[in-house]
């Protein structure tokens, strides 16, 4: 092998073993941040005028004619 690509390969060897970490905060910081909007849309789901618009929706077409 030349020095060149010996060289090449110990610094691909290195910046891949540097960043070995970095996948498993992201997944972290993606499960916060999935937990933190199901949060928020559980609270809009669950007010009262959307409750009552949703009950309304069912409540049509429950009794729609077939």
Do not use: H, N, P
């Amino acid at each position: 092998m030349s020095e060149k690509v010996r060289k090449m390969r110990a610094w691909w060897q290195a910046r891949r073993c540097r960043d070995a970490g970095m996948v498993t905060s992201e997944y972290a910081m993606g499960i916060v941040a999935a937990v933190g909007f199901a949060l928020l849309l559980y609270e809009v789901v669950t007010s009262g005028q959307v409750r009552a618009e949703l009950q309304a929706i069912v409540k049509r077409a429950l009794s729609a004619r077939m």
